[in-house]
């Protein structure tokens, strides 16, 4: 069942939430050590979510209240984790890094997309893995297990929500919480066949924490687009005194998927900006297939030129250094990092305020430019990423950070372009590799336009429907 059937079902009565999380928590036990989705699974948490759920649905019961009329929240008893990048109150709060193996979030460290989702009635079945601060594009840390594809685990699940969305490929939850600050729900999706998507900038508050880049964003991965949308439409609540307000949407993301776009102009281009950097021939192919296949269902597919030069994104570098070393660290720690992670700590400690706000000035430069090129277009078609899912530890060099960090643009030189404008983008697992292994397909709107793109996501996913791959491992 897809989140929203479960969602409807429980409301209905034909599905308890009690039984739901059992068969989650179940699934966990059975096949998590193979997948590292998670790094914490709150068993007991989740149980007392479903309970209190399963009280709720008996209340409104005895109110004689039926179906939606009985106005309970709209993911009532359907569980939904975490990334270990949002502390929960309460709850074990890695951010992925071994030097924070113990620490537990305090009570005044909900987040705002924390409490919408708990708001919504989801039952926290845990925190899902994530690479240490979130930094790389692949989900390998001392403090758990590497997140593995299940479609082939000898291979990474992509980062930094690698865990998230091993976790929804595997059917160890229907959907889940991702960020993504330069790629980190994108990537995992495309290596895990399932849709994430990356909201635009200020869709989705980050309070009461910031990021004066403007780069993170929180943003759903789910199984199917209406999932996705369904998702989005809880977590995008504008919240007063955020740094990059967006108006509320005239009409939920969700209504957006039961409409067809017709005749949209769509530009494409699969072209790397980062010299040196190639695409595999059969994402190539993919691409291609997709954008027949959107042609086929009525719109205009336009090349369209790389948009940004050579070192157009080399301000991003910095500005990412300059996140790393924000976090912080425990007293006598700093040594225990992993190498990359004090890598890009050092390089951060060294850029001063004026070269922080000169990169930021470049890189909001480079996202003019990316936005330029695409003003007249409905949407954008690319690669998610440029390489296969890559084996565990492929991409990871800790004997060398710098070549580690190259390796990762390589893989993913095709996501982060879309975080420096902060315009929304989606990956579809549209197509399969001759393993077997997910495609994605990466489509990017106009800042504020997630109903185009999820409108144009559901049509794709009507046409090539993905419901039938299913991961051989479960």
């Not at 924490?209 to 943003?219: E, F, K, M, P, W």
């Not at 957006?256 to 949209?264: F, K, N, Q, V, Y």
């Amino acid at each position: 069942m897809t989140m929203l059937q479960q969602a409807a079902a429980i409301r209905s009565g034909d599905l308890s939430p009690v039984e739901l999380t059992e068969h989650y928590l179940r699934r966990i036990e059975r096949y998590d050590d193979d997948l590292g989705a998670y790094v914490t699974v709150t068993a007991d948490r989740a149980m007392d979510d479903a309970r209190r759920a399963q009280e709720l649905l008996a209340g409104a019961a005895r109110h004689g209240a039926r179906g939606a009329d009985r106005g309970l929240p709209p993911l009532l008893g359907v569980p939904v984790p975490i990334k270990d990048l949002t502390p929960v109150p309460g709850v074990r709060f890695t951010a992925g890094s071994a030097v924070l193996a113990r620490n537990v979030a305090r009570p005044d460290t909900e987040t705002r997309v924390g409490q919408l989702l708990r708001e919504a009635g989801t039952v926290l079945l845990g925190k899902t893995n994530t690479p240490e601060f979130g930094l790389p594009a692949y989900t390998e840390s001392a403090v758990a297990p590497p997140a593995r594809t299940p479609y082939d685990t000898t291979r990474g699940a992509g980062g930094s929500s690698g865990g998230a969305a091993a976790a929804v490929a595997a059917g160890l939850a229907p959907a889940a919480h991702g960020s993504d600050g330069g790629g980190s729900i994108r990537i995992p999706a495309s290596c895990c066949g399932v849709v994430g998507l990356k909201p635009s900038r200020g869709r989705v508050s980050p309070g009461p924490y910031g990021d004066v880049s403007g780069l993170a964003v929180n943003g759903p991965i789910a199984r199917t687009v209406r999932d996705a949308a369904a998702l989005l439409d809880v977590m995008a609540a504008p919240t007063p005194g955020d740094p990059f307000p967006l108006p509320p949407p005239e009409t939920s993301f969700l209504s957006w998927c039961d409409s067809e776009p017709r005749g949209l102009r769509i530009a494409r281009w699969a072209d790397p900006d980062p010299p040196g950097v190639t695409v595999d021939p059969q994402i190539l192919a993919a691409y291609e297939k997709t954008s027949e296949l959107l042609e086929r269902l009525g719109h205009t597919v336009v090349d369209v030129p790389q948009p940004l030069g050579p070192h157009d994104r080399d301000a991003f570098t910095p500005v990412w250094a300059a996140l790393a070393a924000l976090v912080p660290v425990p007293d006598g720690l700093e040594g225990e990092l992993q190498p990359l992670s004090r890598w890009l700590r050092e390089q951060g400690r060294a850029v001063t305020g004026v070269g922080y706000a000169r990169a930021l000035d470049a890189m909001q430069r480079a996202g003019r430019r990316l936005g330029a090129a695409v003003a007249g277009y409905d949407a954008v078609l690319t690669p998610t990423l440029a390489q296969l899912p890559q084996p565990v530890g492929a991409l990871r060099d800790d004997a060398d950070p710098a070549a580690d960090f190259a390796a990762q643009i390589a893989f993913t030189p095709f996501t982060a372009p879309w975080n420096i404008a902060g315009h929304p983008a989606v990956s579809l697992p549209l197509h399969r590799s001759a393993e077997g292994l997910p495609i994605g397909m990466m489509l990017a709107a106009q800042p504020g336009g997630e109903g185009v793109l999820l409108q144009l996501a559901a049509q794709l996913e009507t046409a090539l429907p993905w419901s039938e791959h299913r991961p051989p491992q479960t």
